[in-house]
């Protein structure tokens, strides 16, 4: 298996002086070569090692917003063979003490900007260890906390060595004078480096995603391989947040394994469209990886510009990428007519990572929900759901090299969730088109019996969002005391909707194209839906508040 340590370093030798990553520094910016990206994660592991005392297997959260330091250590807990746990910075108490439970780290890392409240209150219900400061001109106080053993046993059972676990806090100024003491080779790489990404699971009992750190950079070869980027000078934008797939791998790995740059950016939010394409032009980005929340402002923010001008914005733009969450093909061509930018739709989730891409060549194969084709690593098969007598529905399971290790609950158990045949059973429902294309049907808890008969809320919402006064449409399962299952649609109304007359044309819409029993229970409107950081639709949240 190809480790990141050896990998990355063969890189920094074939290109030391090469641009790898970009901060803002004021109104101006700062630049890391691969030379000095090597150097600076050589010493932060030497700084894990000697001043953290953290031992291979042991674990670590970070708190750290978006930025080069959180970048460097997520680096140099792959090199150092330690388990990296990204949650928010501002995470909830209640959040920091469950990923304690779960996670078991012996060090929670924080900005020396972050508040004493932060950390008090979650040492009330979570880590009840020392704060040790690391800044430039402050030396770190021993707490004497040793990290616990191996964390994965022979059965496959997470270790609970319940400890306090320290709070280190660093400053956020892309200096780095804290690791200048330490040597610029430090301790050996070591292997069984893993990453903890935050899920519900399917019960929204406490889980943690587990992958391998160096399969996870294996796959982003991959990813980099099966599109030709590698070599390639492309600098991406990264504006989703490093707490999960799309800012760790997509905008970290991804980029740094195909050798070209990253600009690592606050996460993205409302005002990001207001300067979108200055940052662009500023920092010059030739690589951009959207979801569809980005896409939509971006549209609606088009309106306001000439056409010549948005043409003219994707002149420097070699690729875009596109994934996280569904989207219209319509809205994907209006996106490519107003800026002249190729969207290529990817499939993956974070215990798979990407399995299927669209390029270039066969953006004229797309049908609705088409995802491309397979990559030339991913075994897919679509196999018989049996759930709700649907047998015509087929599941989407992979079956890849870089498939994440399993779950791990919050009593320390770690589940492959794999089947007998060694896939992973996705829970998306698909369909090969005529071109070879994966097609995203729906979810499988998306298909609901109503008083026997099927319906499928993806069918439902895509048929809403035909209607010429909708921009998104969200189908929500409900307990029904006749029926036992039903739905509600949430409708978020199109610029030019009168709200007042959207309902009942909605569902006259509705009404004229379905059969009855698939008809809603009730239709809201909502001005906007509740979302992900990724921006997936939190339908459970459109339910709570009905």
Known sequence: MITFSKDFKKRAS????????????????????????????????????????????????????????????????????????????????????????????????????????????????????????????????????????????????????????????????????????????????????????????????????????????????????????????????????????????????????????????????????????????????????????????????????????????GEEIEIAFLGTAPIRLETKQLFEETFQIPLLENYGLSETTFITTETHNTLDRRTESSKGSAFDYADIELKSTGENGVEEAKEICVKTPYLFLGYVDGNGQLDPSLDDEGFFRTGDLGEWNPHGQLVITGRIKDILKKGGYLVSLREIELLAEKHEQVAEAAACKIDHEFFGESYNLYIQPAESASSESLRDSVEQFIQQHLIKYKWPEAIYIRDQFPRTRSGKVQKHRLIEET
């Not at 910075?89 to 900007?113: H, K, L, Y």
């Not at 791998?249 to 195909?258: A, G, R, V």
């Not at 979801?291 to 402002?297: Q, S």
């Open 14 to 313: 074939q290109q030391p002086d090469r641009t790898a990553v970009v901060t803002r520094d004021g109104s101006s910016s700062r630049e890391y070569s691969y030379r000095e990206l090597q150097d600076l994660v050589a010493r932060c592991h030497h700084w894990l090692e000697k001043e953290l005392e953290l031992k291979p297997g042991d674990s670590l959260v970070s708190l750290l917003p978006n930025s080069v330091e959180k970048m460097v250590l997520f680096l140099a807990t792959i090199r150092g063979g330690y388990g990296f746990a990204p949650l928010p910075p501002e995470a909830t108490a209640n959040e920091i003490d469950r990923w304690r439970r779960i996670v078991n780290p012996s060090v929670f890392v924080i900005s020396d900007e972050a508040s004493e409240t932060s950390t008090e209150s979650a040492g009330t219900t979570g880590p009840a260890g020392k704060t040790r400061s690391t800044g430039p001109d402050k030396s770190a106080e021993s707490t004497g906390t040793p990290g616990s053993e191996e964390r994965f046993n022979e059965a496959g059972s997470y270790s609970r060595q319940e400890e306090e676990a320290d709070w280190v806090r660093v400053r956020i100024d892309g200096r780095f004078r804290r690791l200048d003491r330490f040597d610029l080779e430090g301790p050996k790489p070591a292997g069984g480096a893993k990453l903890f990404l935050s899920t519900s699971g399917t019960t929204g009992d406490p889980k943690a995603i587990v992958i391998d750190s160096n399969r996870l950079w294996e796959s982003s070869k991959g990813f980099a391989r099966q599109l030709n980027l590698d070599g390639k000078p492309l600098r991406f934008w990264n504006y989703l947040p490093m707490t999960y797939m799309g800012g760790l791998h997509n905008l970290c790995l991804i980029p740094l394994s195909l050798g070209g740059s990253v600009f690592i950016d606050r996460p993205f939010s409302a005002s990001t469209f207001l300067h979108y394409w200055k940052v662009v032009e500023q920092y010059r980005i030739n690589a951009l990886w959207f979801v569809p929340t980005i896409v939509h402002g971006l549209l609606k923010m088009a309106k306001r510009t000439s056409g010549e001008v948005n043409r003219k914005r």
